[in-house]
């Protein structure tokens, strides 16, 4: 059994591994919690310091900015991507389930554990979503693994659906490290956009139309179909900047070898060879601003963090990267020539795992938040120590259309032997000001309020 307990300040996660059992049975309890102030972290636009809070539950502890709390808000099993309907609800999908949920805040009490129904059920793992208005109407769209359906919304329910784009890249041709799973957002021009993940690590790249490793465009009815990016691995976090630009968060590769000629890890001559010490921190993970025909490089060009690049040891820059060529696929440019590639906006540190992205303007956070970017990193599997898991944020750069250097916002679902009794997928702002962050490990969903 795993319990999870709410209050209004704490959340805990009793015993949770890393696997998600859906029979598993919750409780809910009265809690409390101590607060300290720890290491204040600096802004990339703002001599501010952010005061951490430490909400410590039976050995669980969750550090959020001071002066926020957080709570327990719903269970979710395989908890993914989120959207608010036009009415204030929560859209959650379930990808493993093949369903939609519908999260209902209870009227004047909104921190209570809110009204939930099935809203689609039956899918082929249905991960994005995004509301448009087509023709004067209200739709929802739904990315699935193979296909972009279209519903009517009709406010209390969906309409029929209507399959807009069939027949995606999915499951085949199978690869080493196969990305099914897609998101989609409607852009300023009513356009569609889709990302299409990788078939592989960094395998050879698969010829499919469209293109895996690639972000798409359509029209409202899935027509007229154009290429936005190509060379983007795995960019399921999808977002449209304050000045009009889609941004993406990007999963880079894993197991990289080391590209330089000179000795590392003991070697003599490391290129090659696959270490650990060089894996933990290479390549970063993207944020990426992606103008009409943007390659970001992959599987042939990785964004490189080093300030003294394949040095030991050397510190690490993540705003403004150069890609270097990667040694299994791409030796001496043979593929690309990869400085000639646009340099990387901002970098994360390797295996973060990003997910769930998201624009924070026009929400109702302070406003110190609302004028920059969020997203929700999933913690990595390849790396030693792990990466943990957690939500950061990034300033938005007005005068020079960027985003800053991120910061952890939320973090704490890593215990200190490296397992994680949870994982954040996707962090909204909700109507109430509150940001509600999904947990596909736990299972839950969050509301944690400035």
């Known amino acids: 059994m795993c319990p999870l307990v709410a209050a209004a300040v704490a959340i805990l996660i009793a015993g949770c591994g890393a696997q998600h059992n859906p029979a598993q049975t919750r409780h809910h309890g009265s809690v409390q919690a101590r607060h300290h102030r720890a290491g204040a972290t600096r802004l990339a636009t703002a001599t501010a310091r952010v005061k951490r809070t430490e909400v410590s539950v039976a050995g669980h502890r969750l550090r959020v900015p001071a002066g926020w709390h957080a709570e327990l808000w719903a269970s979710v099993p395989d908890a993914r991507l989120e959207a608010w309907t036009p009415q204030g609800a929560l859209l959650v999908s379930e990808p493993a389930d093949g369903q939609i949920v519908e999260l209902t805040p209870r009227s004047g009490h909104p921190s209570e554990h809110p009204r939930r129904r099935v809203l689609v059920a039956g899918l082929s793992e249905p991960q ?106 795995n960019g399921d976090g999808l977002s449209f900047a304050p000045d009009g630009s889609l941004w993406t968060a990007v999963n880079e590769r894993d197991q990289i070898s080391y590209p330089f000629h000179r000795s590392y890890g003991g070697y003599a001559d490391a290129y090659g060879d696959v270490i650990q010490a060089y894996v933990n921190n290479h390549p970063p993970d993207e944020i990426a601003r992606l103008n009409p025909g943007r390659n970001l490089g992959w599987p042939y060009c990785d964004p490189d963090p080093d300030v003294r690049p394949g040095v030991a040891g050397t510190n690490f820059r993540y705003l403004n990267l150069p890609f270097i060529d990667d040694q299994q696929t791409n030796p001496r440019n043979s593929k690309l020539n990869c400085r000639k ?58 005068k020079a259309h960027t985003l800053g250097r991120a910061i952890t916002l939320i973090s704490g679902f890593q215990n200190p032997n490296g397992t994680r009794w949870g994982r954040p997928v996707d962090a909204v702002p909700g109507p109430d000001g509150a940001l509600y962050v999904s947990d596909d490990t736990a299972g839950a969903i969050y509301r944690i309020k400035p």
């Open 128 to 233: 994005g979503m995004a509301f448009a208005r087509v023709a004067g109407h209200e739709v929802l769209y739904v990315a699935e693994d193979d296909q972009i359906d279209r519903y009517g919304w009709l406010g209390s329910r969906v309409g029929a659906r209507r399959v807009i784009v069939a027949k995606l890249p999915d499951s085949a041709p199978a690869g080493s490290d196969n990305h099914t799973v897609k998101n989609v957002v409607v852009g300023p021009d009513q356009r569609i956009y889709v990302d299409l993940g990788s078939g592989s690590n960094a395998g050879p790249v698969q010829r499919t139309d469209p293109p895996r490793a690639s972000v798409i465009s359509y029209t409202a009815a899935g027509k007229d179909r154009r290429i936005i990016a190509r060379g983007v691995r």
């Open 341 to 398: 590639l646009q340099r990387l906006q901002v970098g994360l540190p390797a295996h973060s795992a990003p997910l769930g992205f998201h624009f924070l303007e026009g929400s109702r956070l302070p406003a110190r938040w609302s004028d920059g970017a969020i997203v929700a990193v999933h913690g990595s599997w390849d790396r030693e120590p792990p990466r943990p898991p957690a939500v950061l944020w990034l300033p938005w750069e007005r």
